[in-house]
């Protein structure tokens, strides 16, 4: 068994066999996308340097650049705590986002209400309860 | 309608009704978890300036820090090119994981084969694919 396999064991997919993956750039450390593996995308991922997704509306992989010319080469990887998420930081090439973006959360900015925990205590002396 | 229902009308839930949040600290930019959010967790989010998450194996709203003190404050959000990830910034209090490690991706640190654009160049003239 390799050290690929050993990684993917410990992956738990969800129902289709799939895990999310969040690309980050490993330097200036912004999230990039948010895709989505089988077995076969993560082993390639690890293995090749370069990200490979699975598409889940052409099902099919889809490495990442192979058409657009924006690579994203791999740099490290981490599996989280209940092994359901993969993060992976890339070396992007280009942009992330098929629309052309640098990322793929650059379009649709939100404007939620903010807190911070020093407004959250000067509230709690206010007897509100944020 | 307000602003929150016009941004929960822009997400692309899936089938259970769920989207994926990555949350990520404002200012160092770690990524520190994923979670699910439902449309009404999207609304407390937004709205009152804490994260809460759906809990899928508890079937319950988790609002982060409730028991913990490890409260996660929002920063800021953005919805995904397609609609269906959400990335929130966040001032986090304490560890994210519920491991006690400052991020989810801290524990299960992977060793994937690792590339770069000037090494894919050199392995293009030496004939290789990377």
């Not at 948010?34 to 490495?63: C, H, I, K, P």
Request: aromatic share 6%.
């Amino acid at each position: 068994m390799t050290a690929t396999d050993d990684v993917i064991g410990r992956i738990r997919f969800n129902e289709a066999g799939l895990v999310p993956a969040v690309i980050q750039q490993w330097d200036s450390r912004e999230v990039l996308m948010m895709g989505w593996m089988d077995a076969e995308a993560v082993r390639r991922t690890l293995g090749e340097g370069r990200v490979t997704f699975w598409s889940r509306s052409r099902q099919e992989y889809w490495r990442k650049g192979d058409t657009s010319g924006h690579v994203q080469y791999v740099k490290g990887a981490a599996l989280d705590c209940d092994g359901d998420t993969l993060l992976v930081t890339v070396e992007q090439v280009g942009a992330a986002c098929h629309t052309g973006t640098r990322t793929c959360f650059d379009a649709d900015v939100l404007e939620p209400v903010v807190a911070d925990a020093d407004s959250a205590r000067l509230a709690a002396e206010m007897g509100s309860d944020l």
